[in-house]
């Protein structure tokens, strides 16, 4: 203790988050002549999804200014790859965004798929689209029960936890993993589909049905609930694309941009399917984007599970995975948004360089312009409407 | 030395009830507030497709003294740059206001703590309102910018939503013509309709006044555990925590007695005056035994022997406390001249009863919108208390004292005075419906600017 009196620590801290975030050094003077307050959220904290930390500038409650921090959660995921071979890397790819482990999987297939001038077999590209469907679902329920937390209702996390319980047990069943599934190996399946896929399957989107109308019924015409997404983080189709955000974020801005539609992976050109586009680009549309989605997704594992193609489920591609050199850039939908792998080949078992094009690090780059003009209560709205996963974010 | 001495035997001898009413309340509310604490957790359990608290007894029920033992012993925190005094005093003035009040509640005509107070709501009102030093001394004390912003939250929110309450308490009042709790029980027993009847939008206003005071959600703002960590309260730990906690939960049960007291009548049954519905006394002793024999049939479900123990000795209380309520509505009917001798007994333990009940339920009303409703942002909380429920609670005391003065002119008593309040708690109503509809208009034009500033206040 000894020389230090009551607040030091307090001016140091505040001090040093001026000097980063202001733009002039000056000291801003607010409405009523007050002073700033430098507030920091995280990384510790219940809904900064993870280790965001942000750096929040108030008057009063409301933002001013904000600065994302992040790489509390950088494991060089990247670099790992330079090292390890193509086949080798494939389960670090689940590591990124967690809650979508499937998704991860299968862009990192593809690309390499691409890299080596082969394609899965028709079996597996079915299956493989019928289980990204339900990781997308499973991705965007526990989306709508933490954003729905954030915003102050209780009751809707536990009841999307327990449909998402149900996908998690068809993937155990599938690949005996239920969170980071490596489910897909390059050239094709891992697995074969398990008896009663088609089944587990059928009845989950039965139930799904009226179990997303529940939730609907809880929060869509919720007068607090329009209150509070209403008008809050307004994006515009010209920022989001600026932003270069993708995924649900630039649909509810107006854009139509749907990979699974625009480059067709996996066996999307056979079904059919709407893209859901919203209007406003604000926080409700962007909830209304997403529950419709979760339809979609539905629908198109009805489709898919009707008629699946019998057949081999791995392309032959050997034991030793040696690309011819050169490079390769290859993209899905994933739920979050536009997934992409740069990945570079020098003639050898390892990879060159891969660089991964994650939807969560380039969304939050709007986060500013979204919350600059609302109060602290909108900054943890606005951070589950992105849709973040740090894992993602950091890598 | 002497007169000391002889002074105080004296006091005692006048006071040994309430001083030994007192000690109990003091004694055992931790246990009441811990068990209500489980019953929330519970039902919210029950809603959310999940068990809840199971490990600590048979279904969790000893969980409430684990939790209490657990923050006991927990290591007490003081940030190094807190303000050592103030965040000692901070929680104890809380927790003291609160349980102060309760001193004012009665829970039958026997049980009041301090009986006869002449201001008895203000008082129970007013001390209540005293906590909210607690909270903002705390959040200042802490010296930390959550702490700092759940203290102004929730300042600003108590200041808001305390009229809006208040002028509610009032056209509830107007009916009563007194501020005396049991004489305002009374006056509902006389005229034979409760008061939340007589004046709707009176309870309907305090009922959504009070969720806020007690800052429950959908106002649970001051708190706010996504946005502001935990609000006032964060830097707290351990014991001092959980006098918060206990603070806030006593507010619950106080503003719940209150809402009882001058709208639900109180410790009647429901329908005092009407003779043909005087079978409404067998219902509690009927109830009891209903619980008592459903635990019955449930014995042979239950898992473990322990459980089955549990509830046979759950079904027996519930028979015991049948018997209990039982006796003062058989005697009279068994032997009408010992009617007068059991009416005490009966006033006492249905009291009890009836009082508790209308308490639990008002309880229960504030869980099931905690579990059910998002939270409210600032603006939007300040906009519906200054813009809304104040407007309404002002225009409903007008309007009830005009339906009060017609009333009296053409001799209207108990349910025939709804001729006159109903049509003025519409007329209320319908003026605030209106303001809400150019209030939103108004909030409509002003979105197409900035970000509307109702918060600066």
Same mark, same amino acid.
């Given at each position: 203790?000894?020389?230090?009196?009551?607040?030091?620590?307090? !001016?140091?801290?505040?001090?040093? /988050?001026?000097?980063?975030?202001?733009?002039?050094?000056?000291?801003?003077?607010?409405?009523?002549?007050?002073?700033? =307050?430098?507030?920091?959220?995280?990384?510790?904290?219940?809904?900064?999804?993870?280790?965001?930390?942000?750096?929040?500038?108030?008057?009063?409650? *409301?933002?001013?200014?904000?600065?994302?921090?992040?790489?509390?959660?950088?494991?060089?995921?990247?670099?790992?790859?330079?090292?390890?071979?193509?086949?080798?890397?494939?389960?670090?790819?689940?590591?990124?965004?967690?809650?979508?482990?499937?998704?991860?999987?299968?862009?990192?297939?593809?690309?390499?798929?691409?890299?080596?001038?082969?394609?899965?077999?028709?079996?597996? +590209?079915?299956?493989?689209?019928?289980?990204?469907?339900?990781?997308?679902?499973?991705?965007?329920?526990?989306?709508?029960?933490?954003?729905?937390?954030?915003?102050?209702?209780?009751?809707?996390?536990?009841?999307?936890?327990?449909?998402?319980?149900?996908?998690?047990?068809?993937?155990?069943?599938?690949?005996?993993?239920?969170?980071?599934?490596?489910?897909?190996?390059?050239?094709?399946?891992?697995?074969?589909?398990?008896?009663?896929?088609?089944?587990?399957?059928?009845?989950?989107?039965?139930?799904?049905?009226?179990?997303?109308?529940?939730?609907?019924?809880?929060?869509?015409?919720? +007068?607090?609930?329009?209150? +509070? &997404?209403?008008?809050?983080?307004?994006?515009?189709?010209?920022?989001?694309?600026?932003?270069?955000?993708?995924?649900?974020? =630039?649909?509810?801005?107006?854009?139509?941009?749907?990979?699974?539609?625009?480059?067709?992976?996996? /066996?999307?050109?056979?079904?059919?399917?709407?893209?859901?586009?919203? &209007?406003?680009?604000?926080?409700?549309?962007?909830?209304?984007?997403?529950?419709?989605?979760?339809?979609?997704?539905?629908?198109?594992?009805?489709?898919?599970?009707?008629?699946?193609?019998?057949?081999?489920?791995?392309?032959?591609?050997?034991?030793?995975?040696?690309?011819?050199?050169?490079?390769?850039?290859?993209?899905?939908?994933?739920?979050?948004?536009?997934?992409?792998?740069?990945?570079?080949?020098?003639?050898?078992?390892?990879?060159?360089?891969?660089?991964? !094009?994650?939807?969560?690090?380039?969304?939050?780059?709007?986060?500013? *312009?979204?919350?600059?003009?609302?109060?602290?209560?909108?900054?943890?709205?606005?951070?589950?409407?992105?849709?973040?996963?740090?894992?993602?974010?950091?890598? | 030395?002497?007169?000391?001495?002889?002074? &105080?035997?004296?006091?005692?001898?006048?006071?040994?009830?309430?001083?030994?009413?007192?000690?109990?309340?003091?004694?055992?509310?931790?246990?009441?507030?811990?068990?209500?604490?489980?019953?929330?957790?519970?039902?919210?359990?029950?809603?959310?497709?999940? @068990?809840?608290?199971? +490990?600590?007894?048979?279904?969790?029920?000893?969980?409430?003294?684990?939790?209490?033992?657990? @923050?006991?012993?927990?290591?007490?925190?003081?940030?190094?740059?807190?303000?050592?005094?103030?965040?000692?005093?901070?929680?104890?003035?809380?927790?003291?206001?609160?349980?102060?009040?309760?001193?004012?509640?009665?829970?039958?005509?026997?049980?009041?703590?301090?009986?006869?107070?002449?201001?008895?709501? =203000?008082?129970?009102?007013?001390?209540?309102?005293?906590?909210?030093?607690?909270?903002?001394?705390?959040?200042?004390?802490?010296?930390?910018?959550?702490?700092?912003?759940?203290?102004?939250?929730?300042?600003?929110?108590?200041?808001?939503?305390?009229?809006?309450?208040?002028?509610?308490?009032?056209?509830?009042?107007?009916?009563?013509?007194?501020?005396?709790?049991?004489?305002?029980?009374?006056?509902? *027993?006389?005229?034979?309709?409760?008061?939340?009847?007589?004046?709707?939008?009176?309870?309907?206003?305090?009922?959504?006044?009070?969720?806020?005071?007690?800052?429950?959600?959908?106002?649970?703002?001051?708190?706010?555990?996504?946005?502001?960590?935990?609000?006032?309260?964060?830097?707290?730990?351990?014991?001092?925590?959980?006098?918060?906690?206990?603070?806030?939960?006593?507010?619950?049960?106080?503003?719940?007695?209150?809402?009882?007291?001058?709208?639900?009548?109180?410790?009647?049954?429901?329908?005092?005056?009407?003779?043909?519905?005087?079978?409404?006394?067998?219902?509690?002793?009927?109830?009891?035994?209903?619980?008592?024999?459903?635990?019955?049939?449930?014995?042979?479900?239950?898992?473990?022997?322990?459980?089955?123990?549990?509830?046979?000795?759950?079904?027996?209380?519930?028979?015991?406390?049948?018997?209990?309520?039982?006796?003062?509505? @058989?005697?009279?009917?068994?032997?009408?001249?010992?009617?007068?001798?059991?009416?005490?007994?009966?006033?006492?333990?249905?009291?009890?009863?009836?009082?508790?009940?209308?308490?639990?339920?008002?309880?229960?009303?504030?869980?099931?919108?905690?579990?059910?409703?998002?939270?409210?942002?600032?603006?939007?909380?300040?906009?519906?208390?200054?813009?809304?429920?104040?407007?309404?609670?002002?225009?409903?005391?007008?309007?009830?004292?005009?339906?009060?003065?017609?009333?009296?002119?053409?001799?209207?008593?108990?349910?025939?005075?709804?001729?006159?309040?109903?049509?003025?708690?519409?007329?209320?109503?319908?003026?605030?419906?209106?303001?809400?509809?150019?209030?939103?208009?108004?909030?409509?034009?002003?979105?197409?600017?900035?970000?509307?500033?109702?918060?600066?206040?």
């Amino acid at each position: 203790m000894g020389e230090r009196k009551p607040g030091d620590r307090e !001016r140091a801290i505040t001090s040093v /988050a001026k000097t980063s975030i202001t733009d002039s050094g000056e000291k801003q003077h607010t409405l009523l002549g007050a002073d700033e =307050l430098i507030l920091n959220m995280g990384p510790q904290h219940p809904s900064t999804h993870g280790v965001l930390r942000v750096k929040l500038k108030l008057d009063g409650e *409301r933002v001013i200014g904000s600065e994302c921090m992040i790489g509390y959660l950088h494991r060089g995921v990247e670099k790992i790859a330079e090292h390890r071979t193509y086949q080798q890397f494939a389960p670090y790819v689940d590591r990124m965004d967690y809650v979508a482990a499937v998704s991860n999987g299968l862009g990192y297939c593809e690309a390499i798929e691409k890299l080596l001038l082969v394609e899965a077999p028709v079996r597996a +590209r079915v299956i493989r689209t019928i289980l990204t469907e339900l990781q997308r679902i499973a991705s965007h329920l526990l989306w709508l029960g933490t954003h729905a937390l954030d915003i102050g209702a209780l009751t809707p996390l536990f009841y999307c936890f327990r449909e998402r319980e149900e996908i998690l047990k068809i993937f155990e069943k599938y690949c005996g993993a239920r969170l980071t599934t490596h489910a897909f190996r390059i050239g094709g399946l891992q697995y074969e589909a398990y008896d009663t896929l088609e089944k587990d399957v059928e009845r989950f989107c039965k139930n799904f049905e009226s179990r997303i109308v529940e939730y609907e019924d809880l929060l869509t015409q919720n +007068r607090i609930w329009l209150g +509070r &997404t209403k008008g809050v983080g307004i994006l515009t189709s010209a920022e989001a694309i600026a932003f270069g955000a993708t995924g649900p974020v =630039l649909r509810a801005s107006g854009v139509k941009w749907d990979i699974r539609k625009a480059m067709p992976y996996a /066996a999307y050109d056979q079904y059919k399917f709407e893209i859901p586009v919203g &209007t406003a680009g604000d926080t409700y549309d962007r909830y209304l984007v997403r529950m419709e989605e979760m339809r979609q997704s539905r629908l198109i594992c009805l489709q898919a599970i009707e008629n699946i193609p019998s057949g081999p489920i791995l392309a032959k591609v050997g034991k030793v995975l040696k690309p011819p050199p050169g490079e390769v850039y290859h993209s899905i939908e994933a739920p979050k948004g536009e997934l992409g792998y740069y990945v570079v080949s020098d003639g050898t078992v390892q990879p060159y360089r891969v660089r991964i !094009r994650p939807p969560s690090f380039v969304n939050l780059q709007s986060f500013d *312009r979204m919350v600059r003009g609302h109060l602290v209560a909108d900054v943890v709205a606005i951070i589950g409407t992105l849709d973040i996963v740090l894992g993602e974010v950091d890598r | 030395m002497q007169a000391v001495t002889q002074g &105080t035997i004296e006091f005692l001898k006048l006071y040994w009830a309430p001083l030994l009413c007192g000690v109990v309340i003091v004694a055992f509310l931790p246990l009441i507030v811990g068990y209500v604490v489980l019953v929330e957790r519970k039902l919210m359990a029950d809603m959310q497709a999940r @068990l809840g608290p199971m +490990r600590v007894g048979p279904h969790g029920l000893l969980q409430p003294i684990a939790d209490a033992v657990k @923050l006991l012993i927990k290591e007490d925190i003081i940030p190094e740059d807190a303000d050592k005094l103030v965040f000692w005093l901070a929680p104890v003035l809380s927790v003291g206001a609160a349980l102060l009040s309760l001193a004012g509640i009665a829970i039958g005509p026997a049980f009041q703590i301090a009986k006869d107070i002449n201001i008895g709501i =203000l008082f129970v009102v007013g001390v209540s309102a005293m906590g909210i030093f607690g909270i903002v001394l705390g959040g200042w004390a802490s010296n930390s910018h959550y702490s700092l912003m759940g203290a102004l939250r929730s300042a600003a929110q108590l200041v808001s939503y305390e009229t809006a309450a208040g002028m509610a308490l009032v056209s509830g009042l107007l009916f009563a013509g007194t501020l005396n709790i049991t004489s305002i029980v009374e006056a509902q *027993r006389q005229q034979g309709i409760w008061f939340g009847l007589l004046a709707p939008v009176a309870f309907f206003t305090y009922l959504v006044a009070s969720i806020a005071e007690t800052n429950r959600a959908p106002f649970d703002l001051p708190e706010a555990e996504s946005e502001l960590v935990a609000g006032y309260m964060t830097e707290f730990s351990g014991f001092r925590w959980s006098l918060y906690f206990l603070a806030e939960y006593t507010n619950m049960i106080v503003v719940a007695s209150v809402a009882t007291t001058l709208f639900l009548g109180g410790w009647l049954r429901p329908f005092p005056r009407t003779q043909w519905l005087n079978f409404l006394d067998f219902l509690p002793p009927l109830l009891m035994v209903a619980i008592g024999l459903y635990c019955l049939v449930r014995v042979p479900k239950q898992p473990a022997r322990v459980q089955q123990f549990f509830m046979v000795a759950v079904a027996g209380l519930c028979f015991f406390l049948a018997l209990v309520l039982a006796v003062p509505v @058989l005697v009279p009917v068994v032997n009408p001249s010992l009617a007068a001798g059991v009416k005490p007994l009966y006033e006492g333990i249905h009291g009890s009863f009836w009082f508790l009940f209308k308490v639990s339920a008002y309880l229960y009303f504030f869980m099931w919108l905690r579990f059910t409703l998002p939270r409210y942002r600032f603006d939007q909380l300040m906009r519906l208390g200054w813009h809304f429920l104040i407007p309404l609670s002002i225009i409903n005391v007008l309007v009830i004292g005009i339906a009060m003065i017609v009333g009296t002119y053409l001799h209207l008593e108990g349910w025939w005075l709804l001729l006159a309040t109903l049509p003025a708690s519409i007329i209320a109503l319908l003026i605030a419906l209106f303001i809400l509809a150019a209030e939103q208009k108004s909030g409509q034009q002003q979105a197409g600017g900035a970000a509307s500033d109702s918060y600066a206040g």
